[in-house]
Every structure is written in structure tokens, then in C-alpha cells.
């Protein structure tokens, strides 16, 4: 069985940043520390970007901001589904 992880208030969090937040144990503890609203952001982030390269790309940096404690994406105008 998949082990559980926290969601965002709309968004389910998407297979490709799941596989990285249950790989990194520090980015998966801060992930489950955040508001539902916050990984509601950092879904919507990553899952509105148009190239698969683009959003590997916001996938590292979710991990990475999230282990340096960021809460939300930076500079962005954030979830226009909530």
C-alpha cells in the first residue's frame, strides 16, 4: 500500500512530486508540517506549468524551498482554483 500523503485543499498531490517528497524524508516532513492551503500553492505551481521541463524544474525547487523552510512558492500569484 502507498503511503498517505497530506493533500492540498483542491488538488491531490500529482505521482511525480509525491515519488520526490516520499524519496526525500526531510522535504516530506516539511511538506506535512505546511497548511493545506500552502501545499494547495505549491501543487498548483507545479502542475500550471506548460513543459515537462519547466515542471521537473518546480518539483526540485519545491523540495529543495521546502527543506529550507519555505512555506509557499515565491513570486507567484498563487492558486487560482481555491
Given at each position: 500500500m502507498a503511503k498517505k500523503i497530506a493533500t492540498g485543499v483542491v488538488h491531490e498531490v500529482p505521482a511525480d512530486l509525491r515519488k520526490v517528497l516520499?524519496?526525500?524524508?526531510?522535504?516530506?516532513?516539511?511538506?506535512?508540517?505546511?497548511?493545506?492551503?500552502?501545499?494547495?500553492?505549491?501543487?498548483?505551481?507545479?502542475?500550471?506549468?506548460?513543459?515537462?521541463?519547466?515542471?521537473?524544474?518546480?518539483?526540485?525547487?519545491?523540495?529543495?524551498?521546502?527543506?529550507?523552510?519555505k512555506r509557499r512558492p515565491c513570486c507567484w500569484a498563487g492558486c487560482s482554483h481555491r
Open positions: 516520499i524519496s526525500d524524508p526531510k522535504a516530506l516532513t516539511a511538506w506535512e508540517d505546511i497548511t493545506p492551503l500552502a501545499r494547495n500553492e505549491w501543487i498548483c505551481w507545479i502542475i500550471s506549468t506548460k513543459k515537462p521541463e519547466t515542471r521537473k524544474n518546480h518539483i526540485d525547487r519545491t523540495r529543495n524551498e521546502l527543506k529550507e523552510g
